[in-house]
Nanobody, 122 residues
Framework: VQLQASGGGLVQAGDSLRLSCVAS????????TGWFRQEPGKEREFVAA????????WYADSVKGRFTISRDNAKNTVYLQMNSLKPEDTAVYYC????????????????WGQGTQVTVSS
């Protein structure tokens, strides 16, 4: 499984961004997908996850109501719509995939994309 994350950038507080994670080499609908983020010197933290058929989603408390995870399996793509961005959302965002159910634990994910930088200025 190869994952390619994109869509990051430099925005101002209150702006929106949409991250994309494109998978290749697999039937993506068989994989739960998660988004994690990491700031320099800190541990990678869970942001959101979605099961393979899109029927269940999970969010970190810090992003509930602002971020939405979704997927289009026909395009082998998972999205993270990020609204009302805050400076504390600044991090490198990674997408990850695992067979089976979704998980909030990064060690449960076997496949990782390369990360995309999101920077939110105040």
């Amino acid at each position: 499984v190869q994952l390619q994350a994109s869509g990051g950038g430099l925005v101002q507080a209150g702006d929106s961004l949409r991250l994309s994670c494109v998978a290749s080499g697999v039937t993506f609908g068989a994989y739960a997908t998660g988004w994690f983020r990491q700031e320099p010197g800190k541990e990678r933290e869970f942001v959101a996850a979605i099961v393979g058929n899109g029927g269940s989603t999970w969010y970190a408390d810090s992003v509930k109501g602002r971020f939405t995870i979704s997927r289009d399996n026909a395009k082998n793509t998972v999205y993270l719509q990020m609204n009302s961005l805050k400076p504390e959302d600044t991090a490198v965002y990674y997408c990850a995939a695992r067979r089976g159910w979704g998980s909030l634990v990064y060690n449960d994910y076997a496949f990782w994309g390369q990360g995309t930088q999101v920077t939110v200025s105040s």
